[in-house]
């Protein structure tokens, strides 16, 4: 689901900004060719801590975020 809180962040100038208006802007932003992530891609991960494999992570922050890179 988008959020449309953080059109403005993107396009301070406009008055009520859209979702087309940001989605330039949000991709300078992001290391991966992707808008958004799906609720699927994130499951993909969930999957995988619940596996046996997964055993010996403990305490690792894994981050959903398409490689975005912080402003700031």
């Known amino acids: 689901m988008l959020n449309?809180?953080?059109y403005?962040?993107?396009r301070p100038e406009l008055e009520n900004p859209s979702n087309e208006d940001a989605t330039?802007?949000?991709r300078t932003v992001?290391?991966?060719a992707t808008d958004w992530l799906e609720p699927g891609d994130l499951g993909e991960v969930v999957r995988?801590?619940?596996l046996d494999e997964a055993r010996f992570l403990t305490g690792?922050?894994?981050p959903g975020n398409t490689g975005q890179i912080s402003r700031g």
């Open 8 to 10: 403005p962040v993107f």
């Open 48 to 50: 995988f801590l619940a």
């Open 30 to 32: 992001l290391v991966l």
């Open 60 to 62: 690792a922050a894994i």
């Open 4 to 6: 449309p809180l953080t």
């Open 24 to 26: 330039e802007l949000f």
